[in-house]
């Protein structure tokens, strides 16, 4: 047999609480083989990151620690090592894909510098020159267009998606035997997954790189796992090899969450979004015909570059392009498209979050120029749940505080009211009102979403523009929440503008989908259109990159040409020309080009 790479033996971890410590993982034992891939598979807060962190000693102490077990690697136990000896390992041995990029990344340091310190983090002698041209390799291994010009950029400069690749080139600096990926690709759309996917399977095949990688996408596990570890409250309740986990699963906690599983083309032959289709729904709650709830139109965005001695504008970032489109009363409204096509900044300047020219009209009324108290009455209307659940929540703050801010600011609710109204939000969400009083930090960040969830729903809006609110949801939770989104539209008859990469979810909620490239629609049309008979080349390509939650099916042998994507950047004075687009007929549209 096979000598394991690494062994992992009776893995007990214990968190601090007011009532005493409390286990979060407790005597996981498993073996990881060179060359190939465990999947820790779970719901949020199931001890999976609890997990990666103790292999890489990067526990919040004195909050967190060690209470038993080892973990050897070449003979030595990682878990009881100094930290001057793990500082060693830490990169050069096992690197490791954090969850969410925006927290791994030093918001001060320019992407070249971050990367360029990983490459010389262990005394790379071949100088500053040669570590920025490895840099700039890593960029374009994960698929990084103009990889030059980011690294002069700061992470607030790229799309989710983009940090999210950056942050993988970092973990690969080094070429580790081991790499630790938690949710590496949950910020990253469909096409450039199937990318990243298949890069980690080419340093396995060229490297022997061995993998533990954490997911709630079955989809992932299906293609990349050789064994499956299934935890819950800490412990494991099944470890099997992949194809016996989707065959023949054991456990009903398994079982429950490979039928939460949304599967790309259950819904063929349906018009209405799935809990639509699957009961008889109130007649208020049907999209309606009457003045739309939201009416863009020819939405432009763009941003000037700065540069020079002076730092004036040398270039111009077109985001978004002369898009028009409307959302109805009771309609959910999905945008889809590769990271950086201009989804989010979408959803931004509907918010005036973004400087803007054309004409949003929010029931009617416009938004143009609108800021401070006269923004106030729009903002009652819709809100907003952004695709980082980190970033927007306060540190500061107590999560009950959080949900219950929305509510003070517009004068909804007070003392006793406003307590019952926060607690009926948690439950509603997934989340016990015992967990009411901790800090965002306290949570995983699925949990975190949650509470963005609720706090968008706090003031019952008539509009809710969803950025991947689901993204980093495990597969039930994420089932949950999709069902709470639509029996709340069809209890309230509220509108969704919902933004996602996800095409089996978007397949499941929506309405009518619209196909974002480069800052424009390059098809339209309702759900059954844009699934069952997609027409532009890039729909076809978003639908092919889906992966599949069937072992016999993943490991396709499609993958993503990985040819740098066009960049949005323009010179000052271009001016762009878009084709007309072919009408199918029923308000399926197509653009050429």
């Not at 299934?230 to 412990?235: L, S």
């Not at 005036?352 to 929010?362: E, K």
């Given at each position: 047999m096979t000598s394991s790479l690494l062994s992992v033996k009776e893995l007990t971890v214990q968190v601090a609480t007011p009532t005493g410590p409390k286990v979060v993982v407790e005597r996981l034992s498993f073996d990881l083989l060179p060359g190939r891939t465990l999947c820790l598979a779970g719901e949020s807060g199931s001890g999976k990151s609890m997990t990666a962190l103790s292999l890489m000693q990067l526990l919040p102490k004195p909050m967190a620690r060690i209470a038993g077990g080892s973990a050897t690697l070449d003979g030595e136990d990682i878990l009881a090592l100094p930290e001057a000896r793990m500082r060693q390992i830490r990169g050069r041995k096992i690197g490791m894909i954090f969850q969410e990029p925006m927290t791994s990344l030093d918001p001060v340091m320019t992407v070249g510098n971050q990367l360029i310190g990983a490459i010389t983090a262990h005394g790379n002698a071949s100088g500053r020159r040669a570590a920025r041209v490895r840099a700039v390799e890593l960029l374009d291994q994960v698929q990084i267009p103009e990889p030059e010009r980011r690294l002069g950029q700061y992470p607030h400069e790229l799309s989710g998606g983009l940090r999210q690749r950056i942050v993988i080139a970092m973990?690969?600096?080094?070429?580790?035997?081991?790499?630790?990926?938690?949710?590496?690709?949950?910020?990253?759309?469909?096409?450039?997954?199937a990318q990243i996917l298949a890069l980690i399977r080419k340093l396995q095949a060229d490297h022997g790189i061995s993998v533990i990688m954490i997911t709630h996408d079955m989809g992932v596990v299906a293609e990349m796992a050789d064994e499956v570890l299934?935890?819950?409250?800490?412990?494991t309740v099944e470890h099997a090899t992949s194809r016996d986990h989707f065959a023949h699963p054991q456990d009903a906690y398994t079982k429950e969450l490979l039928s939460a599983v949304p599967r790309l083309g259950e819904m063929a032959g349906t018009e209405a979004p799935k809990r639509a289709a699957a009961k008889s729904v109130a007649a208020g709650s049907q999209p309606g015909d009457e003045q739309p709830m939201l009416d863009v139109e020819n939405l432009t965005v763009r941003f000037d570059i700065k540069g020079g001695f002076l730092q004036r504008p040398v270039r111009r970032l077109h985001a978004v392009e002369g898009i028009s489109f409307s959302v109805r009363r009771g309609e959910t409204l999905s945008l889809v498209g590769e990271s950086g096509c201009g989804k989010s900044t979408t959803g931004k300047a509907l918010?005036?979050?973004?400087?803007?020219?054309?004409?949003?009209?929010?029931?009617?009324?416009?938004?143009?120029?609108?800021?401070?108290?006269?923004?106030?009455?729009?903002l009652r209307d819709v809100q907003m749940i952004f695709q980082d659940p980190y970033a927007s929540l306060d540190p500061r703050m107590r999560v009950c505080d959080l949900v219950a801010e929305p509510l003070v600011i517009h004068g909804l609710a007070s003392g006793s009211e406003l307590r019952d109204r926060v607690e009926y939000l948690f439950k509603r969400v997934g989340l016990s009102p015992e967990q009411m009083k901790r800090y965002p930090h306290e949570f995983s960040g699925g949990q975190r979403q949650r509470i963005c969830i609720a706090r968008a729903l706090s003031l019952s809006p008539k509009l809710i523009v969803a950025d991947e609110s689901v993204a980093a949801l495990d597969v039930s939770i994420q089932a949950q929440v999709l069902d709470l989104l639509q029996d709340i539209q069809d209890e309230t008859g509220v509108s969704y503008l919902f933004i996602s990469h996800d095409m089996a979810v978007v397949e499941q909620i929506s309405h009518r989908v619209a196909v974002m490239y480069m800052g424009r629609f390059v098809e339209t049309g309702t759900r059954r259109q844009i699934f069952e008979n997609p027409q532009h080349p890039y729909t076809k390509k978003l639908m092919a990159a889906v992966p599949v939650a069937d072992p016999g099916r993943a490991r396709r042998d499609f993958v993503p040409k990985a040819e740098d994507l066009p960049s949005p950047v323009r010179a000052l004075d271009y001016v762009p020309s878009f084709p007309p687009p072919s009408d199918l007929g029923g308000g399926h549209l197509v653009w050429s080009g």
């Open positions: 973990a690969l600096a080094q070429n580790p035997r081991i790499l630790i990926a938690d949710e590496p690709t949950t910020a990253l759309d469909v096409t450039v997954q299934v935890m819950k409250h800490g412990r918010l005036n979050l973004v400087p803007w020219t054309g004409d949003i009209r929010v029931d009617g009324r416009s938004t143009h120029g609108l800021r401070g108290s006269s923004m106030r009455p729009i």
